[in-house]
């Protein structure tokens, strides 16, 4: 059985000339654009855009890399390209601003509208059997994955799996959270995303990684790697490696491969050592850790719990982490109450806005939409 192929290349910085350079000979060890898209097809680059954060945040997918992969789509002739995110707050348009991504440094490549919906039939779908997607995704052949290297409170990493929860529209982000309650069933709506969208590749920009109170409030660390491949499971499977995290821990990676897009054991990836120059060699696991490894990368390491309450919310939620708010650093935005996708709330204030918002965590389904959206990283999550 042929193995999955992850190419993993040095790169530290975002000098878009390097970062090119990169990009090019990364998707080239994978088999080059051609073996994935042709050039009549109409082509949807999804960067991770969580909401409208600086460049250099580690929020967002770096702008050197987006503007990379729609330079080498121009220049081998795809004309039919569009980029764009649909951000948990904030518009796709507002995060393109803040980074700087505007008509004149996209090569031709248009801002895709994703504020329109479409609710999509997915029949086949093993836990979704319908998505309300963005109007773009439904009129995409091919979808570019550019996620961010991070921790996630919920599913420890966002990697190429997590990405692509970006394609669903506004509101219905949050209730998707509702509707899939714990991580490992969210992880398998990931799964049924990806079977359900024609996704070609996936890079994630490992550069300048986050760690720690991620995906939107941790600690910028430098990783300096771009990782590219065609299975999103082994890209994320190789991260873990990365920072000596378990791929077993990391829901996404299970239920991606229990529900066929990906496979995260070690003996079914093959993982490439390229370079600038097109150089290449194949590498043990052990190699990559060495080269590039970190074993100080700040994400959740405790051994999951293998428990037939994993199948239900209102227990799950007593042995899980707990998100709380460091009331000295609240500005009283509202923000995360406005993000609970609950019913009746499980954050809101109770005394007009004097003090910080009060949790209900009887209520609280753990979903850490208000972690994520915080703009203050006054939001943290803790215990086990």
């Given amino acids: 059985m042929e193995k999955s192929k992850v190419a993993v290349l040095f790169c530290d910085s975002y000098g878009e000339d390097k970062v090119y350079s990169c990009i090019k000979s990364g998707i080239e060890l994978l088999g080059g654009l051609d073996k994935f898209i042709s050039k009549e097809e109409k082509v949807l680059v999804k960067p991770n855009f969580l909401s409208p954060s600086e460049a250099d945040s580690s929020v967002v997918t770096h702008p050197s890399v987006i503007k990379a992969m729609l330079r080498l789509l121009s220049e081998q002739g795809y004309r039919q390209v569009k980029y764009g995110d649909s951000p948990g707050h904030g518009s796709c348009k507002a995060a393109a601003a803040k980074i700087g991504l505007n008509t004149e440094n996209t090569y031709g490549a248009r801002l895709a509208d994703m504020n329109e919906e479409v609710k999509v039939a997915f029949p086949e779908g093993k836990t979704c059997k319908d998505f309300y997607y963005t109007k773009e995704v439904v009129e995409a052949d091919a979808i570019i994955g550019l996620c961010k290297m991070k921790t996630h409170a919920l599913e420890r990493v966002t990697g190429a799996v997590k990405n692509m929860y970006g394609l669903i529209c506004g509101?219905?982000?949050?209730?998707?959270?509702?509707?899939?309650?714990?991580?490992?069933i969210f992880a398998r709506a990931l799964a049924d995303i990806h079977r359900s969208t024609p996704q070609r590749f996936h890079i994630m920009d490992g550069i300048v990684a986050m760690e720690g109170n991620g995906p939107g409030s941790g600690t910028p660390t430098s990783m300096n790697v771009l990782i590219f491949s065609a299975d999103p499971v082994a890209l994320d499977a190789v991260f873990c490696h990365l920072v000596y995290l378990n791929p077993l821990f990391v829901p996404t990676n299970v239920q991606g491969k229990?529900?066929?897009?990906?496979?995260?054991?070690?003996?079914?990836?093959?993982i490439i050592l390229g370079t600038e120059n097109g150089d290449a060699k194949i590498i043990s696991r052990e190699e990559l850790q060495k080269l590039y490894g970190n074993k100080n990368f700040d994400v959740p390491r405790d051994k999951p719990r293998k428990t037939f309450l994993k199948q239900y919310s209102s227990l799950m939620t007593i042995f899980s982490r707990r998100p709380y708010i460091k009331k000295k650093d609240c500005i009283k935005c509202g923000i995360c109450v406005e993000h609970c996708p609950v019913a009746g709330k499980a954050i809101e204030f109770k005394n007009g806005r004097k003090e910080a918002p009060v949790y209900d965590y009887?209520?609280?389904?753990?979903?850490?939409?208000?972690?994520?959206?915080?703009?203050?990283?006054?939001?943290?999550?803790?215990?086990?």
Avoid: F, L, T
């Avoid at 009887?362 to 086990?384: D, H, L, N, S, T």
């Fill in 258 to 270: 229990d529900m066929g897009i990906g496979e995260y054991e070690e003996d079914k990836i093959e």
């Fill in 362 to 384: 009887k209520k609280c389904i753990r979903c850490y939409c208000c972690q994520e959206m915080c703009p203050q990283k006054a939001i943290k999550v803790r215990g086990r």
């Fill in 171 to 184: 509101y219905h982000k949050a209730a998707g959270h509702v509707k899939y309650p714990n991580d490992s």
